[in-house]
């Protein structure tokens, strides 16, 4: 499991539990996500080039424009989520694979879709290193999100939607949350529950994603 890889790395235990008390300090309150994160070897998901940034509470580039999320936004995204105790999760937006990671060791099951065909192979490969059974990553298809497995009780989104997909509303289960940043020049971080045919839509907070895009990078 992810624990077992704790001591891999040039990071020691120290820096990362540094960057644990951050996110207490700027207000992460589930110690279940914080755990996660604690044992998520943050640096395996970046570039050589870039590992020894791993524990700043920063995005960093993974390539194709594409970013590794800010810790703390990970952490509250997450946080979030967890509030309603997903059991079958869709992630649109695998990139690196760190968030996807971070679910699985907090919910039943992980679906994550990415339209990167590269970044796709990168996370798949760390997400065999770390053991991480539960996790099921694909490339994006013509039709947003990954509908034959829905509905999904969570859904998480680590790109902006200009607008929000009526795709996605469809695959959330009654009951169900989504937490999704929306906006383009500004964006909210948005929480939305399905109740019946309505939703209950509350904006938490800004943030900053790259915009979600269509179409398929093989």
């Known amino acids: 499991m992810v624990a077992e890889l704790q001591g891999i790395g040039m990071t020691s235990r120290r820096t990362r539990m540094r960057l644990i008390q951050r996110l207490r300090e ?11 994160l604690s044992e998520t070897p943050r640096h395996i ?6 590992a020894h940034r791993a524990y700043e509470d920063t995005a960093l580039p993974i390539g194709y424009q ?54 796709l192979n990168k996370a798949r490969e760390r997400m065999r290193t770390l053991r991480l059974r539960n996790t099921n990553l694909r490339l994006a298809g013509d039709v947003i999100g990954w509908p034959e497995q829905a509905p999904f009780d969570g859904i998480i989104v680590t790109a902006a939607p200009a607008s929000l997909p009526d795709e996605l509303l469809s695959q959330l289960a009654d009951g169900g949350v989504m937490v999704v940043p929306i906006g383009e020049a500004s964006q909210i971080l948005t929480k ?27």
């Open 26 to 36: 700027s207000g992460i309150r589930d110690e279940r996500v914080l755990t996660a």
């Open 45 to 50: 998901f970046l570039d050589e080039a870039l």
């Open 66 to 119: 594409q970013t590794l999320s800010q810790p703390y936004i990970v952490a509250r995204m997450t946080e979030v989520l967890m509030e309603h105790a997903p059991s079958r999760v869709l992630e649109l937006g695998t990139g690196s694979g760190y968030q996807a990671a971070v679910l699985a060791q907090l919910v039943d099951e992980v679906f994550s879709v990415e339209r990167i065909n590269p970044l």
């Open 192 to 218: 939305i529950i399905r109740q019946g045919d309505d939703y209950e839509v509350t904006e938490l907070e800004p943030v900053r994603f790259v915009p979600l895009l269509g179409g398929v990078v093989r």
